[in-house]
């Protein structure tokens, strides 16, 4: 195995550092504990990364803590979130700049989070061609408690040393792993863990990560890693029990990381196996209903009835949300599934609309400015269920919609999985 020697000089270089910082102002992001913003940080530029220059070569450079911030999850916990300054940021990014090419062609060619030119899609894809063309229809769903929370420091470093003899770039990942956290203006020390949120955490975390999957690779055992969502395969129940045990030996043995042994569990391809958010089956791919109640309680909130905010508004803000959704999910066989979900976005417009008329007087006028002739049943601009009645229909058709700028996910192709299938 090759090793690399002198790369701090590399790190930083003013050049890595200038590109560093574009990265960083591309990914925006909120500031870290100092309170200084990535534009802030760019207005003098030239004389902080000269500064910042100063201090890496002369080894003088310390990184500030993190700011810790908890995310809500969607099972109701709380994710930790730890935002460094923006300075401590375009520094590991530089770092990034230089290991990553480093260490990125020996991952493992199952492992696809966090990495370039990689994708959720592409775990999916590999993980249903194990699971149907490879006939490994068992399937260990591995779950970590606290993953990113639990990397130990030590082996961190171990697995960065393997290819790096650079003292000095050692120095620096360590002093980020040791800068501690700040919670609610208090300063926490840091024994454990990389902080979801740095820049340098993904690496590191796949550094960590990656003695795993070549230890399963080594043994024949074929698996799928997204960061800490492992999928693991084997032909039968029996061989899928093994794995699962050698698995968790390696995980908790040798990485000090703590399987959760309530969550983790053996499925196969006709209960369905479920990952980054969709359901793998024999002959085709679903949504997971849990992502589907999601997209759901957000449509909800960007569509409420009684709001000042005009459709026009509501439009503007679902498009974004609704193209997001449906540049992830398409890759699943969910035709009638988005079928559904427009008729039903649509049908909590036009009740928006309604809800504006509120009586049915402009609704008749509103047919009449369609070209309907006649007179009109006198329905009630406040019951859910008119939504959907044949009169509000045809004074709100699709094409209404289509003029309003609102986004038809029906005209996205779905079930385009088999793109990402690996040649």
Not at 144 to 161: N, P
């Amino acid at each position: 195995m090759k090793k690399w020697y002198s790369l701090i000089d590399k790190v930083y270089r003013i050049e890595n550092l200038e590109k560093a910082y574009k990265a960083v102002r591309a990914n925006k992001g909120a500031p870290g504990a100092d309170g200084v913003t990535v534009k802030a940080y760019g207005e003098n530029l030239e004389e902080r990364l000269s500064q910042l220059h100063y201090e890496l070569k002369t080894g003088t450079y310390e990184p500030q803590p993190v700011l810790r911030v908890e995310i809500p999850k969607p099972d109701g916990s709380k994710r930790p979130l730890g935002i460094p300054t923006v300075k401590d940021r375009v520094v590991q990014q530089a770092l990034l700049n230089i290991l990553q090419p480093i260490f990125e062609p020996d991952f493992h060619p199952s492992s696809y989070g966090y990495r370039p030119n990689r994708s959720c899609h592409q775990a999916v894809a590999k993980a249903e061609m194990f699971i149907n063309k490879y006939g490994l229809e068992h399937v260990v769903d591995m779950d970590l408690s606290k993953c990113f929370d639990r990397l130990d420091h030590e082996l961190i470093l171990k697995g960065v040393a393997r290819k790096v003899s650079d003292g000095k770039v050692l120095k620096l990942i360590s002093k980020f792993l040791t800068a501690g956290v700040m919670k609610d203006g208090a300063w926490e020390g840091t024994d454990l863990g990389s902080p979801q949120g740095g820049v340098i955490s993904p690496l590191l975390t796949n550094i960590y990560l990656d003695h795993f999957d070549q230890a399963m690779k080594n043994k024949g055992i074929r698996i799928v890693r997204y960061a800490d969502d492992i999928l693991i395969f084997g032909k039968t129940l029996k061989e899928a029990k093994q794995y699962k045990r050698i698995a968790t030996e390696i995980l908790e043995g040798e990485l000090k990381l703590t399987v959760n042994r309530e969550k983790t569990h053996i499925t196969n391809v006709s209960k369905g196996v479920a990952y980054l958010g969709f359901i793998i089956r024999s002959k085709f791919i679903s949504i997971n209903p849990k992502k589907i109640k999601s997209i759901k309680d957000k449509i909800k909130k960007l569509t409420p009835r009684n709001h000042g905010m005009n459709i026009e508004e509501m439009i503007r803000r679902l498009n974004p949300v609704l193209r997001g959704w449906s540049n992830y999910f398409r890759v699943a066989n969910c035709k009638k599934i988005v079928e559904q979900l427009m008729e039903w976005i649509r049908r909590r417009l036009r009740m928006k609309q309604m809800r504006e008329w509120k009586s049915w007087k402009q609704l008749h006028k509103a047919l009449r400015r369609r070209g309907y002739k006649g007179t009109f049943e006198k329905i009630s601009m406040q019951r859910w269920r008119n939504s959907a009645s044949p009169l509000i229909n045809m004074a709100l058709p699709n094409k209404w919609f289509d003029e309003m700028g609102l986004i038809d996910l029906t005209k996205y192709s779905v079930g385009i999985l088999h793109h990402f299938w690996e040649k």
